[in-house]
Structure formats: C-alpha cells, structure tokens
T-cell receptor, first 115, second 115 residues
Framework: EAQVTQNPRYLITVTGKKLTVTCSQN?????MSWYRQDPGLGLRQIYY???????DKGDVPEGYKVSRKEKRNFPLILESPSPNQTSLYFC??????????????FGDGTRLSIL | AQSVTQLDSHVSVSEGTPVLLRCNYS??????LFWYVQHPNKGLQLLLK??????LVKGINGFEAEFKKSETSFHLTKPSAHMSDAAEYFC?????????????FGQGTTLQVKP
C-alpha cells in the first residue's frame, strides 16, 4: 500500500530536549516536504526536498532542521524545541514530474506538545 | 503572490442536503487548485484537483468543484451530504513561483453534518 509514515504520532516533551520526527514514503517519490498545522492558519511549509541531498527552506523554517540522505526518508529535527513549536506536523511526498500539478500524499500527522 | 481564501470557517448541513464550501483564489498565472479533506486524527486526503483540463472537476465520494476564472472561485459541492462527510476541508493552490512544489493552504472549513 502506498503510504507516508510518520513517527511518533504523539509526543509530549520539554523545552530544549532534542527530538526527531521521522518520515518515510514507499512510493519512490523525489519530492518530500514538512508542514505544520495551527488553528486558523491552515498548513504552512517548513522545509522541502527536491531529491536526495537537496533541501531548502519553506515559509517557517526557524527552529527546525532536515536531512535527506536517502530517497525514502526525510526526518524533521528540532534541536532545541520551544513551546511555540507545539503543533500538528505533516510530512508529504509527491513525484517529481511537474511539481505544481502533482497532488501530495500526506502522512497521518505528528502531534507535538512542548512544555 | 498566490493565495486562497475559504469564505466560511464552519458550515453546518443536514444529512441528505447539498453541501457548498466556498473558496476564492488569487493567482497571476493559471493556477493548479486542489481540495483536501482531513478527518479527525488523520492525514489529508486529496478530494480533487484542477489543472486546466476541464473547469468542472469530479472527485471522490461524490464531490465536485467548478473553476470560474471570472469569479476567481473554486467552490466545492456535493448534492447530498452524508454523516461520513463531517471533516475539515482545505482549498489549496500550488505555488507556481520558483517551482518549489509548495502547497498554499486556505484556513480550512469545518463541515458539520446533522442527522
């Protein structure tokens, strides 16, 4: 089954404690991205990756890091989490051809609470 | 800059009655538009997409949307609501500038379906 898998689904942690949210897709997609969802704001892009070793900032990258060492994985790293990063996070992927026309496949989301 | 505006944050209908979720877009180019649905504790699922092939787009679960360039609208409709349609719906435009693959989300519309 084609899917995007995120882990963990839920996490409560404390300020400053480094954490990583993993994302894996089994569709051989070149393009992957991370979004955060906040009430009344819809989803906003954090980082994206066009392919292995190619990443770039989205609209709200502050406080986050990413890496793309393998095509299927795109982890999101919070080096020193702060309460304003409490949010619902989504990983998404799509095939490379004509990015603008391709729908993106989303994971089920990771709800992070930073105390 | 491209943007989408969902005109209603909350819509309530009775089961069996029509659904109308309104979306206006702003784009200097011919846009790629999508509707996604998010059920509680789930990721986003693509309902339908418009990419200039036809102005009336049919999607899954009986939903359809009509692209009206003169009105810059892309409203989502369904003839008869079902209880399982209760969810949050996002109107989305694909960012065509810089070929980033970014999706620009509206603020979302919560659809309530009453028995």
């Amino acid at each position: 089954e084609a899917q995007v898998t995120q882990n963990p689904r839920y996490l409560i942690t404390v300020t400053g404690k480094k954490l990583t949210v993993t994302c894996s897709q089994n569709m051989n997609h070149e393009y992957m991205s991370w979004y955060r969802q906040d009430p009344g704001l819809g989803l906003r892009q954090i980082y994206y990756s066009m392919n292995v070793e190619v990443t770039d900032k989205g609209d709200v990258p502050e406080g986050y890091k990413v890496s793309r060492k393998e095509k299927r994985n795109f982890p999101l790293i919070l080096e020193s989490p702060s309460p304003n990063q409490t949010s619902l996070y989504f990983c998404a992927s799509s095939s490379r051809t004509e990015y603008s026309n391709q729908p993106q496949h989303f994971g089920d989301g990771t709800r992070l609470s930073i105390l | 800059a491209q943007s989408v505006t969902q005109l209603d944050s909350h819509v309530s209908v009775s089961e069996g009655t029509p659904v109308l979720l309104r979306c206006n877009y702003s784009s200097s180019y011919s846009p790629s538009l999508f509707w996604y649905v998010q059920h509680p504790n789930k990721g986003l699922q693509l309902l339908l997409k418009y990419t200039s092939a036809a102005t009336l787009v049919k999607g899954i679960n009986g939903f359809e949307a009509e692209f009206k360039k003169s009105e810059t609208s892309f409203h989502l409709t369904k003839p008869s609501a079902h209880m399982s349609d209760a969810a949050e719906y996002f109107c989305v435009v694909s960012d065509l500038f810089g070929n980033t693959g970014k999706l620009i989300f509206g603020q979302g519309t919560t659809l309530q379906v009453k028995p």
